[in-house]
């Protein structure tokens, strides 16, 4: 857990969270949601919010500070980062952050830094390593499954099923869990030298591991939501914090 004592605070590890970019009325902003922030403190971690309209040398000195790095959900990635165009107006691009989350990806790559991507986060890092994505995933990949539910968020709405042999089941102990869904794109091909570590019943790719890296690690719910009532979602932030302290 967070110790609040000074001394025993400075040695928690400093984990950069990406945020989101948009506009409330004629106003930018950058945002993050408190989950986020909570899943890192309640584990151990200090989160350190880095703007989605940061620029590569003040990105340089934040990731410069962090022990590790989280990539949070969001809206959809440019489908021109995997060589697509956009397939409808359902895709809702944000050119800002892609730009901003390329680059935190390119600087803790080259830092060894543990990563966790959550939601939009493991479709990043797919994509920048790589890989694809279905753009919309009612039109190209229909299911019986509700990929995008309604709230409350902080629910179990399907079941992740964990492969042997990965970082996935060592972490949480389990062939199967709940899980909450919030996405409206998912992973197509996964990038080149990582592993499918979690499917959905309707056999979506729910995790992807870099067996290469210490601590590489996406999954396309959001635990950050769930925790409290899912231990395997609890886990992955313990397991996620454990290797930053020891990055």
């Known amino acids: 857990m967070f110790k609040t004592d000074c001394k025993s605070w400075q040695k928690n590890p400093i984990i950069g969270l990406t945020s989101s970019f948009g506009r409330n009325g004629s106003n930018d902003q950058v945002q993050i949601n408190q989950t ?8 151990g971690g200090i989160p350190v919010i880095l703007p ?39 895709v809702e691009i944000t050119p800002v952050r892609d730009k901003s989350e390329y680059i935190v990806c390119e600087l803790a790559a080259a830092k060894k830094l543990p990563m966790l991507g959550i939601c939009r986060g493991i479709q990043l890092m797919n994509v920048f ?12 990949c229909p299911s019986e499954i509700r990929h995008r539910m309604e709230p409350p968020f902080n629910r179990l709405v399907h079941q992740c099923f964990a ?41 979506v790719i729910e995790a992807i591991w870099n067996p290469q890296e210490k601590f590489m690690l996406g999954v396309q719910w959001h635990p950050e939501r769930i925790w409290e009532i899912e231990s395997a979602s609890a886990r992955i932030a313990e397991a996620f914090i454990a ?4 990055k």
């Open 163 to 203: 492969e042997k042999n990965t970082l996935l089941f060592e972490i949480t102990q389990k062939e199967v869990f709940g899980v909450n869904t919030s996405h409206h794109q998912a992973i197509k091909d996964a990038a080149p030298g990582f592993v499918v570590a979690g499917r959905s019943e309707d056999s």
């Open 36 to 43: 986020y922030l909570d899943y890192i403190r309640k584990h």
């Open 243 to 246: 290797a930053c302290r020891h």
């Open 129 to 140: 390593f790589g890989g694809t994505l279905y753009q919309d995933m009612p039109t190209q």
């Open 52 to 90: 989605a309209d940061a620029q590569k040398e003040e990105l340089e000195f934040l990731v410069g500070l962090c022990d590790g790095i989280l990539m949070t959900g969001g809206v959809d990635l440019n489908p021109a980062l995997y060589g697509e165009e956009k397939l409808n107006d359902s």
